[in-house]
């Protein structure tokens, strides 16, 4: 069945990075891009972006550019996610899903920062 | 950028009430639309794509419509596990992709 495993929680000091994974299972990896989705405490979702998994090329979103890189794996059907110089307003879940619109999400990755 | 707006923010309901909640976009995205459903500490859940196709082992009790720019999600009879923030999403259909803010549902 298809799957979306995502890496555990993190907590991570401000300034450092974090690297967040998605390992695809149960379909052709390629055949659907990998959205990000971010949802802070109490707050709704916000698109990210998504990468074209057959190019690796990455579409972000307005407010998650310069910081935010997306990446793949394809011989192991992982996407990841990268953050760098982190934030205390990075502190959220970040999901990922197939395609446009999607049943199938990652259970959702927390990433706390703090000093 | 599409940018998605939802009515109303909040609403309580009791059981087997009608719920309607709106969702406009700020141009034509013709049907590419879907509603998802959030339940507290949960993924979210896929209820509606293209703006009124049912996802399979969704409830008939939820139906959308609409396109262009104003669209709708109907509860037709609520139900306490209905109890979520819903949320639509344009996905119009290259990116940016954008979220409406969420409208939370609770029962009276």
């Known amino acids: 069945q298809v799957q979306l495993l995502q890496s555990g929680s993190e907590l991570k000091k401000p300034g450092a990075s974090v690297k967040v994974s998605c390992k695809a299972s149960g379909y052709s990896f390629t055949s659907l891009n990998i959205n990000w989705v971010r949802q802070a405490p109490g707050q709704g979702l916000e698109w990210m972006g998504w990468i074209n998994t057959n190019t690796g090329d990455p579409t972000y979103a307005q407010g998650f550019t310069g910081r935010f890189v997306f990446s793949l794996d394809t011989s192991v059907s992982t996407a990841y996610l990268q953050i760098s110089s982190l934030k205390a307003d990075d502190t959220a879940v970040y999901y990922c899903l197939r395609g446009h619109y999607d049943t199938y999400w990652g259970q959702g990755t927390l990433v706390t920062v703090s000093s | 950028d599409i940018q998605m707006t939802q009515s109303p923010s909040s609403l309580s309901a009791s059981v087997g009430d009608r719920v309607t909640i709106t969702c406009q976009a700020s141009?034509?995205?013709?049907?590419?639309l879907s509603w998802y459903q959030q339940r507290p500490g949960k993924v979210p859940k896929l209820l509606i794509y293209d703006a009124s196709k049912l996802q399979t082992g969704v409830p008939s009790r939820f139906s959308g419509s609409g396109s262009g720019t104003d669209f709708t999600l109907t509860i037709t009879s609520l139900q306490p596990e209905d109890t979520a923030t819903y949320y639509c999403?344009?996905?119009?259909?290259?990116?940016?992709?954008?979220f409406g803010p969420g409208t939370k549902v609770d029962m009276k």
């Open positions: 999403h344009q996905y119009n259909p290259l990116p940016p992709f954008t």
């Open positions: 141009q034509d995205i013709s049907n590419y």
